[in-house]
């Protein structure tokens, strides 16, 4: 098996021998210059150097460069050409071209280096060989070539039609193509000029603007002189800057002048005034053509004329022809695109003219009418002045230009202003119009800045000053200047002012002058602010320098206090001032009088200083906050009431409702009820009142009443050292005053409570600063601190009533003894009674009597104690002592029973209820209603046997006795 394989492969190893790759190149040349070479190629040569042929599909790589130092592969190669099969040592030529854009991409010298290398590959296997040799080369330049082909007169002045030919390479001189690049021509008048070169060429042109093929090339060339021999050179520039041969000469001449000038097409007025206009245009250039190309625009020597038609625009030749010649000039240097202008007089004032402009050449070739025919209507203008602020009033006195004068006559001035006819003297004057006369015009007021009625006019004056006298004092006039001129067309100024201050005159103040204090001044701070207008001076210049402040107690200011030099219109007088408020202090609520003097300055010319004093004002000072004056509240009063005196004091029981308390209320301007003045009205002073009482009542001790109701901080009016279960407290607020009590207030009224009551007048000065009384427009609020401004004064005694609305019994007692079983050592007595003492709960009421009751039976009501039929035991005991807690009773008839239960009860009676009853009796006395009862009926029981056994105590053992059972206590239950 192995022998077969071995045969097989020997087989296929000769018949398929393994291929090797091609042989590198290293014969690579690189060859430039060539007839057959286009510019930017080379031409390159090499041998295949086999070994095998080079199968169909083969490849030769070739990568060029302008340095060596480059990374050379076929991945980098630029040209890659396909060949078919080469046999070995086989010559190759390829012609690579397009390395001159190589060279401007990059933008390289065109005697740039270059380097090449190749690789062959062979078949589609791409076996490639080694890199070849590298070969190195310049490319082909060919410079580009051109010839004039003919040149010949332009149809305009100054113009030279040029043609040429040309081509981009100079192999073949009449191989004529596109260039790519540039051509120079330059251009002398001077046959023998030598100095030919592109730097001085005069016309350069991208050969990019012209057709490719269209031969012969040609360039118009314009702005030469006309008539004039020129002689031409001409090179190309190729795309590389490679320059042509210098072209054969050509000679030729610039054509003549042919067309008149353009046509004016800007002609306009540029003023109009007194008889004449000015006309301003812009010179055409010297020729005109209907391309409306500019062939030649160098200056010329012409002419113009200028026309004018009243009745309508020149549009044409044959209005032209009948148009007033106003201008005709000759010899004018004309520079085209300049502008020109000139001034048409003697004109006539408020008359149509229409103007147009012919312009000659120097070959006296006319343009068409200017495309537009101008109006214009020259006029009058008023007179002006050229410094209109140099009209002056002179002072004769000082003798100088002012605003006040110091005397009553006046010098008017004008010679400065510069008056002159028309609005320009360019405008006027200079085409005869001239200032004819002035009028002058003098008024004492001004409406809406326009003069009034004049009190001095003067006409027809040629002179440019004028005196005017008699003038009155302390007056300011106004006075304006009319001017004309030759036409009599005028213009007046602005007024003008000055002002007659020729002595010095009292200063004044406003009517009503003195602004506060005019009624009352209330203050918290001692403090005063007296106030007044500003005075003012009625001459000008003069001016306020101060006050002087004078009060008084005295109309007549027999005494006074003054405060001054003042440099206010108002002083602020307190604790700290000179002088201080303290100095009022004695006059709290009294009026004061004062007045203000003001002084002037005398100014502006050192007159004697004068003053004025105003009229005398008149004040209430109220610096210490006062309470109401005191009044005196009357009792308390009731339909039903009753006095108590006991030693000097009086007290009030009621006994009834409704419950009132009174007091006066005098309320009357002539009559006030508070020290303090409010405020002042026709004359008359109004005193601050009691806008509103307050009633305090208390039924625990006298009230005390600081103010709670404006500060907050204000301790209550009773302290509280524990409440009581009894009513405590109210206050009720009284407004507006007039009533001479308050409205129904309901109270928890208790039965026998003692009350205690204030009534406080509080004034206007302390009601609630945020609301004003809308029934009092003068009415103002007091700065005064919060006090108390109450009256009467809290530290008086307070008023007090006792409530006695019911009559009651005496109460609050009890039976003591006896109870129980007793033992009395007699049935017929005595036995001892004993009871706690009562007491009356009315006011100022007594206990008057006892009355004793012992019956066997218990009485289901109280008047049963003595109203029970007989057969009925029982006992009734008048005690007439109220002052009693005990009383023996003896039983002699009927005696007492042993074994049988007693019952007993003390009654009594209260002193006013026996006293006002209606015939008393002490056998009935259950006829006086109400009558005390003792808490708890006495029960006792009379023993019916002998007494108890009994111990010795000492000596010997102590034993317990124990008491009788069966004994009740109890109470009755119709209470």
């Known amino acids: 098996m192995y022998l077969i394989l071995l045969i097989i492969f020997l087989f296929f190893s000769n018949i398929f021998p393994q291929s090797e790759g091609p042989g590198s190149v290293s014969a690579l040349v690189v060859t430039s210059g060539l007839t057959t070479i286009p510019e930017g190629g080379v031409h390159l040569t090499w041998v295949y150097p086999g070994p095998d042929i080079l199968p169909e599909n083969s490849k030769y790589y070739i990568q060029y460069s302008t340095f060596t130092e480059i990374s050379w592969s076929t991945s980098n190669a630029q040209v890659v050409l396909s060949t078919g099969s080469v046999d070995p040592f086989d010559e190759q030529i390829h012609v690579l071209t397009g390395l001159d854009d190589f060279l401007k991409l990059n933008n390289l010298d065109v005697n740039t280096t270059f380097y090449f290398v190749l690789w062959v590959s062979s078949g589609t296997e791409e076996i490639l060989s080694e890199i070849s040799n590298i070969a190195t080369g310049w490319i082909t330049l060919w410079c580009p070539h051109v010839e004039i082909y003919d040149f010949i007169q332009g149809s305009r002045e100054g113009e030279i039609v040029l043609q040429f030919y040309g081509c981009d390479d100079y192999i073949d001189t009449y191989k004529i193509g596109a260039l790519s690049g540039f051509w120079y021509i330059q251009y002398s008048t001077d046959e023998y000029f030598l100095n030919w070169s592109t730097a001085d060429a005069q016309i350069k042109i991208s050969t990019y603007g012209f057709e490719s093929y269209q ?103 044959s209005l032209w022809s009948s148009a007033t010649e106003v201008l005709y000039l000759t010899n004018v240097e004309i520079i085209p695109l300049s502008s020109s202008s000139t001034i048409i007089s003697g004109l006539i004032n408020n008359t149509s003219y229409y103007f147009s402009i012919k312009i000659a050449d120097e070959k006296d070739q006319w343009s068409v009418i200017s495309s537009s025919s101008p109006f214009a209507k020259p006029f009058n203008s008023p007179p002006q002045a050229t410094s209109p602020q140099n009209h002056f009033a002179y002072d004769p006195v000082r003798q100088t230009t002012a605003t006040i004068i110091s005397s009553t006559t006046v010098i008017l001035d004008w010679s400065e202003a510069g008056w002159h006819a028309g609005y320009s003297r360019d405008f006027d004057d200079d085409y005869d119009d001239y ?144 002088p201080d408020s303290l100095q009022l202090l004695p006059f709290e609520n009294q009026k004061l009088y004062w007045y203000v003097v003001a002084y002037d300055s005398g100014a502006p010319f050192g007159f004697p200083q004068k003053s004025t004093q105003t009229p005398i004002a008149s004040f209430y000072i109220d610096q210490i906050e006062e309470p109401p004056i005191d009044f005196q509240v009357e009792p308390v ?72 109701y404006y500060d907050p901080n204000a301790p209550p009016w009773r302290y509280e050292k524990g409440k009581p279960s009894v009513f405590f407290s109210t206050s009720i607020i009284v407004s507006p005053p007039g009533v001479a009590h308050g409205s129904g207030v309901d109270l928890p009224i208790i039965e026998n409570m003692t009350y205690y009551y204030r009534i406080a007048a509080r004034s206007t000065s302390n009601i609630d600063p945020s609301s004003e009384e809308p029934w009092n427009p003068f009415k103002h609020h007091s700065d005064h601190q919060d006090k108390e401004t109450v009256s009467p004064s809290t530290s008086t005694s ?44 009315d006011p100022f009421d007594s206990l008057k009597h006892y009355f004793l009751n012992i019956t066997t039976v218990v009485p289901s009501t109280q008047d049963e104690w003595y109203t029970f039929p007989a057969p009925l035991w029982k006992i009734n005991t008048w005690l007439p002592d109220p002052s009693i807690s005990s009383t023996t009773v003896m039983f002699t008839s009927p005696r007492l029973t042993p074994g049988v239960t007693y019952y007993w009860q003390l009654h009594c009676w209260g002193r006013n209820e026996w006293d006002f009853a209606v015939d008393p009796s002490t056998i009935q006395p259950w006829y006086v209603k109400p009558y005390g009862f003792a808490v708890s009926t006495g029960i006792f029981v009379i023993s019916n046997q002998k007494p108890y056994k009994f111990n010795l105590v000492s000596p010997g053992v102590p034993i317990t006795i124990t008491p009788a059972l069966g004994v009740k206590t109890y109470r009755p239950t119709f209470y």
Request: net charge negative.
């Open 215 to 317: 031969w012969p090339a040609g360039v118009t060339i314009t702005g030469l002189s006309s008539e004039v021999t020129y002689y031409f050179r001409i090179w190309a520039e190729d795309d590389l800057g490679l320059l042509s041969e210098l072209s054969a000469s050509a000679t030729t001449w610039a054509q003549a002048d042919v067309s008149p000038p353009g046509r004016v097409t800007t002609i306009k007025i540029v003023s109009c005034g007194f008889r004449h206009v000015e006309l301003s245009w812009i010179f055409p250039y010297e020729d005109s053509y209907e391309d409306g190309f500019v062939y030649n625009s160098s200056t010329y020597t012409g002419s113009y004329i200028i026309r004018y038609r009243n009745d309508q625009e020149i549009t044409d030749d």
């Open 798 to 841: 307070a008023m007090s009533f006792v409530i006695d609305f019911t009559s009651e019994a005496p109460t609050g007692y009890d039976v003591l003894s006896p109870t129980g079983v007793i033992n009395p050592s007699s049935l017929v007595g005595p036995i001892e009674f004993r009871w706690s003492l009562p007491y009356d709960p």
């Open 435 to 578: 200032i004819s006369s002035y009028t002058i015009r003098i008024a004492t007021y001004l409406v809406l800045g326009t003069l009034g009625e004049p009190v001095v006019s003067s006409f027809g004056v040629t002179t440019l000053s004028i005196t005017i006298s008699d003038l009155a004092e302390d007056t300011t006039y106004y006075w304006t200047l009319s001017v004309y001129d030759s036409e009599s067309l005028s213009s007046t100024t602005a007024a003008f002012k000055f002002i007659i201050n020729s002595e010095n005159s009292s200063p004044k103040f406003p009517i009503n002058p003195l602004i506060s204090p005019t009624t009352v001044w209330h203050t918290k701070t001692y403090s005063i602010t007296f106030d007044w207008k500003d005075a003012f001076d009625v001459d000008t210049g003069d001016f306020i320098v101060g006050y002087e402040l004078f009060i008084s107690t005295d109309i007549n200011f027999s005494t006074y206090v003054s405060v001054g030099p003042l440099t206010t219109s108002y002083f602020l007088m307190n604790q700290t001032s000179n």
């Open 637 to 708: 009063s009731s339909p039903v009431l009753f006095t108590k005196i006991i030693g000097s004091t009086t007290y009030y029981i009621v006994k009834s409702t409704p419950i009132i308390l009174s007091w006066p209320n005098p309320h009357s301007q002539n009559y006030p009820n508070d020290l303090d003045p409010d405020f002042v009205y026709n004359g008359n002073v109004y005193y601050e009142y009691v806008y509103e009482y307050v009633v305090f009542i208390c039924s625990a001790t006298a009230p005390f009443a600081p103010e709670p």
